[in-house]
Structure formats: structure tokens, C-alpha cells
């Protein structure tokens, strides 16, 4: 499945990029997405555990992903 | 109620005029601005950048329980987003309220919320001509405690 | 800083506007004005009495403890006298610091002291043509509990 | 020696006044002059211990007065 994957700031920066399209196996999880991104060049300098969201909304590692979702990885937010 | 992502300029008195309401005995009016100072180094500007949709979500997600808890409709919040020199304006916040302790208490937690939660980020200029993202977390970056109930 | 105690109808905006400066990335405003309903009466206006020469005195004792207490010369206060309608403002404070929570803390301080020291006094108006001083204090009057400090 | 005493709102309408001067001896305190102040028509409707401004600063009862004082009856505060 694929699984379009957001990057903003400083990430964005790290890797050269403002989206990536994922090719995901079915039961992927977030925590999956993630490994695939730090396997792309820059991807190492992520941190261990980023904040993630999917389709707008914060998620937790283990969230099971589904095909057309879209999936955004936060750096620290530093609004106002 | 009402939030907005904008690339204009930010109108305090406007907002302030828009939670105006005969029951209202209070208002609280927050802006905050771009300093010429940050951890002791002169900056030129701020480029603030956000995940628009979702900054949008969760800016109507934080006003919406401020009505709830601090039983006022009249909040309304502006986030300005791009390029802002120093002084301009990069969030406003207003608030009305028959009474004035829960005007303070409810801008106070819409401005804290959105610093926690709102997806949207800023890359200080310096007057020595480099840029830096701002990172306001000390450690690790971790999910925001109000996530689980928040977000049900 | 700066006090005023005038007869004219308030401009909140200018008040913000006179707080700005490029080292400050927060200003809160505060507006107090004239409620519709108080403790259940309909209110038509408000008319507001002061003894002039010692509010003036006591505001500007205020605003100056809370210039040091909070480390920002960027704090303004303008009140107002004579006859409001409801929605009028009566009160203006305008706080520009650093820091934003300093800033609401410093306006907080401000509110609640003026509201206790400063000798203004308010009549309201009802709709069924009746008038009456507020008295605020639900005891007997005391002198209050920071005098002998202020007033060295 | 003569002492002027200001009185506002509630404490004006009590009395039908907003200032009167007083002849006080010389020694005299804040609560001898609110004694004075009592016994004018009205005046028995002040509190039993009203606040007191002299020359602008609140003060207290044992106050001793100067001629010359600018005293003033203060009503409950209800500014804001």
C-alpha cells in the first residue's frame, strides 16, 4: 500500500524534501514509515522517536497505517 | 469562536472588536511578537512555517474546549504565517468574559496549548545572516500529555 | 509607564500600540467595561465618581510597583470617568514584556490592585430607572492589607 | 485648627455634601475628626470605621492631624 508521509522544518531540511510517497507492506505501523524514512539520505538525522501524525491528528508508533493515508512527521512545534 | 491561519497582517483591535458583546464585563487581548532578542542573539526576522490543515485542526480543537471550560464563545485566535520582520505580530488571541478571572485564565490556556500542540514552526534570522529552526523542547521530542483525551 | 484617569471614551488600541517596543515578544490588553447584567440587575449605565487627585496618585503607585516587580517600563493604565453605556470601557491596562508570562502577570497585578486602592467609586443605572453605589467589599470596610508597605 | 474633609459617593449622598471643614484641637486625630463628621446630619449613617485618605495616602485612625490636612472619607473602592 502506499502511504504519503510529510516532512516540515528542520526534517524537511535534514532530508532534502517536503514529502516522500512510502511503499508499506498491509499492517504497517507508524513505527514502520518512520524506519523507512531514516533509511532515505539524511533520514539518520531524525530523532529516535519524532512526534507523527496521521491524517492531521497526533498517533503513537504502534498505529497501524492504511492505504491513502497521510502521515506527517513534526518536528518540535515552536508556534505563537 | 474562531480560528485563522493567515499570511496577512495581524489587526489586533479587530479581534479584540469581534468578542465584544454586552454580557462581556472583561477582555483579554494577547499578541505575541517577533523580539529583536532570543537567547541572546539580534535577530532580523522570523520565518514562521506551519502544516496548515492540521495546525487548523488542532487551533479550533483548543479553542473549542477553552469554550467549554472557561464558558465563553468569545474566543478568537489568528496565527500569522511567512516572513515577519521584528515587532510584527505573529499570534493574537482574544478573549471576553462576563467576569475577568476567567478571561485571563482562558487566554492564558489557548496561548499554552497552542505553544504545545499547534504543528507550526519558526526559522529565526540573524543579523549575522545565518537561520536556525527554533527548538523549544529541552529533551526529546514526547507526545503531548493532552493527546490521549484530546483526541478521542 | 504611564496613568491617566480621563473623561473620555477609551481607545484600547492606542494603549497597545504606546506598550510596543522591539524587545518585547508579548503585550496583553485588558479592557473592563460596562456589563448588561450584574448580580442579576439590568444595567442601562454606569456612572463612575473618583476622588481625581488621589486615584491618579494610586494608580501610578501601582503601575511603578508593578514596573519593578516585573521588570517592564511598558505598562500603561488609562481609567475612565463620568457617565458609560454598557459596552463602554472603563478600564484600559496595556503590559508589553520579554516574556509572556511576566506580561499577564504584571496586568493581573494591576487589575487587582487598582480594583482595591484606587478611591473610584461607580453608580449603576437600571433599567427600571433605579441607581445604586456598588459596594464590592462584603464585610465592613478594612484598611487594605498592603498599606503600611506602600505607603513608607 | 481647621481641617477639610472630602466626601464621595455614598458617603456624599448620606450627608447631602461633599466636603465639609472642620474645627478640630490641635493634637487631633483621624477618628476625632470622623466623630465630627457624625455628628453632622447623616452622619450616623458612615460605618463605624470608614476608610481615610489625609493629603492623599490612606491612614489610620490614630492618625494626628495639621491644619491644613486634606482628609477624605472613602467609600468601598469599585473602580475598574
Redesign the interface.
Known amino acids: 500500500m502506499t502511504v504519503s508521509a ?1 516532512l ?3 526534517y524537511a ?1 535534514v532530508l532534502g524534501r517536503r514529502s516522500v510517497a512510502l511503499e508499506l507492506s498491509a499492517g504497517a505501523t507508524v513505527a514502520d514509515a518512520l524506519n523507512e524514512i531514516r533509511a532515505l539520505p539524511g533520514g539518520e538525522r531524525l ?5 507523527v ?1 496521521v491524517n ?3 498517533a ?1 508508533a504502534t498505529q497501524v497505517l492504511a492505504s491513502g493515508d497521510e502521515m ?1 512527521v ?7 | 469562536m474562531r480560528t485563522a491561519l493567515v499570511s496577512r497582517p495581524l489587526i ?2 479587530e479581534l ?1 472588536a469581534e468578542v ?1 458583546a ?16 532570543n537567547e541572546g542573539r539580534s535577530v532580523s526576522g522570523i520565518e ?4 496548515g ?3 487548523e ?1 488542532e487551533m479550533t480543537a483548543i479553542v473549542r474546549e477553552a469554550v467549554v471550560a472557561f464558558d465563553t464563545p468569545h474566543i478568537v485566535v489568528e ?1 500569522r504565517v511567512g516572513h515577519l520582520d ?2 510584527e505580530a ?2 493574537v488571541i482574544a478573549v471576553a468574559h ?1 467576569r ?1 478571572a476567567q478571561a ?1 485564565e482562558a ?2 490556556f489557548v ?1 499554552e496549548q ?10 529565526e534570522e540573524y543579523l549575522d545572516g545565518s537561520r536556525e ?5 529541552a529533551g ?2 514526547v ?2 500529555a493532552v ?1 490521549p483525551s484530546v ?1 478521542p
Chains 1, 4 share one sequence.
Not at chain 2, 26 to 32: D, E, S, Y
Not at chain 2, 114 to 123: Q, S
Open positions: 510529510l516540515f522544518a528542520s531540511d530523532p529516535a522517536q519524532p512526534l501524525a492531521l491528528k497526533y503513537r506527517a513534526i518536528p518540535p512545534v515552536a508556534g505563537g | 489586533p483591535s479584540l465584544a454586552p454580557a462581556n464585563g472583561a477582555a483579554i487581548l494577547f499578541v505575541g511578537s517577533v523580539r529583536e532578542l514562521y512555517d506551519a502544516y490543515p492540521m495546525a485542526r496565527h521584528v515587532g505573529s499570534v462576563p475577568r485571563y487566554s492564558r496561548i497552542l505553544k504545545r500542540r499547534v504543528p507550526i514552526w519558526k526559522r529552526w527554533v527548538d523549544p523542547t526529546p521530542p507526545l503531548p493527546l483526541h
